[in-house]
């Protein structure tokens, strides 16, 4: 039952949501109501009623500052969010609270109302409002450092676009080579494709092997491929590498890896972290690429699309462009990116208010990450208990997503089933999470071959989760395989 307090209480409680026996995992602390429930032991095996009592927060909020979120204040902010779905994918497509998404029209308005003046008088220092605080968040030394684009897959077109200029102008020699790992993200492979092979340049590369054990296992594949990147006398122009892998995903030790290119002399590093900031530690001077770029509509509560790239002041960046060239060609990548011509541009204009919107929450951005690693892994043990599976990966190699091992009996056996699968779970269900189909290997046999990705923000409830759960548990008692989905 919920007990009204009429003072604010030092104390931190889960989130509830749409009834009164379904808990938030998400934790924060609560101005009211507090949600006391002394059944919870009895009525769910999750960790998260157990935890409902939490040490006090570390500081205090003054007067001037806005007030931490209540549980009807979160309802608020994502009412707009379809309620007949368990959305346990943020990592697609991100989320965008209400406030921020107001903030944004009000910035579509001015436009409309006055494009003159807001083009003459306000886009710019908004423009730069918003990468001084990025600047911050990332610790970078000068906000000459940070350019707004639209997503990652922009960014790295920037990049790349610049290695193909190499070849073009004879700074590389034919057959010069590049590295990624065989989990980029599709958009980027293809990019390396168009950029880099078709310029003359050969692409290697890292096979990590998935489930993933250790941390070990990728810097002795990354170490190896390095290796086959030197063969024959060329040189490693570029190493590609992700923060966090996309599907299957996996967080990606980059300080680590940075380090043996330095080592190892490779020309520069760009670490590709669409899923980067608000869902790992981003912090410039610590990992030392010579570029970085992440999206801020996943974890950091843009609305899309918006993405930031970093590119390291000690570098050459006369040659970094935006592939799409307009007025400003010439004054340097940020202020080349600040305009690309007439378009909307209010997704980069809300970063402070996004910021606003997480600084009511306890800690900030690091109590948001901390929390949501902790859910979603403990929400991928509680499924794998129920089917009797397997993570992707130890915890530690987790963000705020992992894999879960789906059924063996599902026969997931190919790409098509996996999207297959996913489908039949969003139309018959109300589930939306992506499947990943990982090909068995010689001799393997019963083994698991589907993965869920699922994710953990601050919106999600247990009974998401247990809503997939059911759902799998549901096909299984039903006999039900991928062969007996249409298309497959």
């Known amino acids: 039952m919920c007990h009204l307090i009429t003072h604010f209480l030092e104390v931190e409680s889960f989130f509830f949501c749409c009834s009164p026996g379904s808990f938030h995992r998400f934790s924060f602390p609560m101005a009211s109501p507090l949600h006391d429930s002394p059944n919870a032991a009895v009525n769910g095996t999750s960790a998260v009623e157990a935890k409902s009592r939490l040490p006090k927060r570390s500081r205090l909020h003054a007067d001037s500052s806005p007030p931490l979120f209540t549980p009807s204040d979160i309802l608020s902010e994502f009412s707009h969010h379809d309620p007949t779905v368990a959305r346990i994918n943020n990592g697609s497509f991100g989320s965008c609270p209400s406030s921020v998404v107001s903030a944004q029209h009000d910035f579509q308005l001015q436009w409309l109302q006055q494009p003159d003046d807001f083009y003459f008088n306000q886009l710019q220092p908004k423009i730069l409002q918003s990468r001084t605080i990025i600047k911050d968040l990332i610790n970078a030394d000068h906000v000459d450092e940070v350019s707004i684009v639209d997503n990652a897959t922009t960014a790295a077109a920037i990049v790349l676009q610049q290695m193909a200029w190499g070849f073009a102008e004879g700074k590389f020699n034919h057959g010069d080579a590049a590295v990624m790992l065989h989990y980029a993200y599709g958009a980027v492979k293809k990019s390396v494709e168009a950029y880099v092979t078709r310029a003359g340049g050969c692409v290697f590369e890292v096979p ?249 923000q601050v919106y999600n409830k247990v009974e998401d989760y247990y809503k997939f759960r059911d759902a799998i548990n549901q096909l299984v008692h039903n006999a039900f395989t991928c062969a007996s989905l249409p298309n497959s």
């Open 208 to 456: 990590l092997p998935f489930p993933a054990n250790s941390v070990d296992e990728i810097v002795h594949e990354f170490r190896q491929a390095l290796q086959r990147g030197k063969q024959n006398g060329r040189r490693v122009r570029l190493a590609v590498i992700d923060h966090v892998t996309s599907m299957p995903t996996v967080v990606i030790p980059v300080k680590e890896l940075v380090t043996i290119c330095r080592e190892e002399g490779v020309d520069q590093v760009f670490v590709d972290a669409a899923h980067g900031i608000g869902c790992v530690d981003v912090d410039m001077k610590q990992i030392g690429a010579d570029f970085y770029t992440s999206n801020l509509h996943k974890w950091y509560f843009c609305p899309p699309s918006v993405a930031f790239l970093y590119c390291k002041r000690s570098i050459n960046n006369s040659d970094l462009h935006h592939p799409v060239v307009s007025h400003e060609y010439g004054n340097g990548l940020a202020i080349e990116s600040a305009w690309i011509g007439t378009r909307d541009y209010s997704a980069q204009l809300v970063v402070p208010k996004a910021l606003e919107f997480i600084n009511r929450f306890e800690d900030g951005i690091d109590g948001i990450k901390k929390r949501n690693h902790e859910s979603v892994v403990e929400m991928g043990k509680m499924l794998v208990e129920a089917w009797g599976t397997h993570l992707g990966c130890p915890p530690e190699m987790c963000s705020s997503m992992v894999m879960v091992g789906l059924p063996a009996y599902l026969g997931i056996s190919s790409d098509r089933d996996a999207l297959n699968l996913r489908t039949c779970l969003r139309e018959k269900f109300g589930v939306e999470v992506p499947i990943y189909y990982r090909s068995p290997k010689d001799g393997e046999d019963g083994v698991v071959t589907g993965y869920a990705r699922i994710s953990y």
